[in-house]
């Protein structure tokens, strides 16, 4: 067990996991639905994974023992706020925020931190000012009071993965709660053009990381187009990291089909993580996975935010 315990809501396969245990928090429990990715946090080390409905408080006690707990994750479902989506938001029957609430209320975490995608931002042209048809009113007519009701000091953050060395962009909302506002995470890599051009007495930063196969021999496609940073066909205008692993595999080998491994190293997995043998199974898993350095530096901030509450006189 780590220097703080989680219960984690819709674990998936594993990518808040890997984040959460490297910055020191342990699991009491893992919550997922899906039986492959149920299997692979299985095979990944994890003997405390509770395969069924996040709204069967029950059973998940019955794994994790009785509140109270340190910190509770929840990666409630995104696809009602998700502008490739019809946004249906609170009004869709996946939205997973008000059984996250009960988990709250069950388990009375010390620590809160959810994970979204950014569309949790923006206001809907048909279902403003609705709370329940607008993604960005339920945010702040519903997420944020909730959680200013049950803590004392409740926010959100905006991050890009790429900023942590994730070799994509994956933009997602950070909601936390908790005794104290912890700081919000600094970026550790950035746009290499604007390296080029930062002052000297800014952070040192990174360029953001690309995959070591992109430096493997490929197309004259990717020489020609990818090497200048644009592709008029993929991602026009848009500088290392892409946004789907895909088009890069794509570009740098000339094949629709991408492989497990090259998906994974897109999130940031570590080689060999074991994924379903179903590649639709696996595919499935990794689209739908928080990149594990993302929850890190996140988890990070919250076990220093809780050091210094626990030190406070």
Known sequence: MGSLDCIELFAGAGGAALGLEAAGIGHRALCEWDPHACATLR????????????RDLDAIEAVAGPGPID??????????FSTAGKRKGASDDRDGWPWSVDAIDRFRPRWFLGENVRGLLCHSTEGHPDPMRCARCYLDGVILPQLRERFAHAGYWLLDSASFGVPQHRRRVILWAGPAPPRAPQPTHADP???????????????????????APCPAVCATEWKGHTNPDV?????????????????????????????????????????????RAALTA??????????????????????NVRQSP
């Open 43 to 54: 095979a990944a080390g994890h003997d405390n994974v509770v395969e069924g409905d996040v």
């Open 71 to 80: 910190l509770l994750w929840s990666s409630f479902p995104c696809q009602p």
């Open 193 to 215: 053009a604007t390296l080029a051009q930062g002052s000297m007495f800014g952070p040192r930063l990174l360029p953001w990381s690309t995959p070591t196969w992109w430096h």
């Open 235 to 279: 991602d026009r205008g848009r500088a290392n990291p892409i946004n789907r692993a895909s088009d890069a595999w794509y570009l740098a080998t000339g094949e629709r089909a991408i492989p497990v491994a090259v998906a994974a190293a897109m999130q940031g997995f570590p080689e060999g993580y074991p994924w379903p043998t179903s590649k």
């Open 286 to 307: 990794i689209g739908n996975a928080v990149p594990p350095a993302l929850a890190r530096v996140v988890a990070e901030r919250v076990v220093e935010a809780d050091r």
